[in-house]
């Protein structure tokens, strides 16, 4: 059941990414919409969107190979194996803004 749902999330994710991509999802890009429009002029929106859309498609594709690896473990492992996924989400997470900080900036 569980994978089910991960699965599902993962297409909620896929789909986010290709609206992202295609321009019409820029209202998702966090922190970019509340931006003065000076500072939105110092960015380049292609390269934002891209590296969003990657994120997310990173997440996604994470999600379900995620709950077939803890399928696979037995009880005590699964923690240590859920703590582990959380603080890989959380550095990718902290690369894309890095890089969304340093890759997506108009030189």
């Known amino acids: 059941m569980e994978f089910i749902l991960l699965v ?3 297409i909620v994710l896929v789909l986010l990414g290709v609206i992202v991509l295609i321009g019409k999802g820029d209202m998702l890009i966090s922190g970019y919409n509340t931006l003065p429009a000076e500072k939105k002029a110092q960015y380049d929106v292609k390269r934002l969107r891209r590296v969003t859309a990657m994120l997310l498609f990173v997440i996604a594709i994470m999600l379900p190979l ?19 996924l959380t603080v890989v989400i959380i550095a990718i997470s902290i690369i894309g803004v890095i890089l969304m900080n340093t890759y ?4």
């Open 8 to 10: 599902w999330v993962s």
């Open 66 to 84: 995620y709950e077939l690896y803890i399928s696979t473990l037995n009880e005590s492992k699964i923690a240590v194996a859920t703590i582990v």
């Open 104 to 107: 997506c900036k108009r030189k």
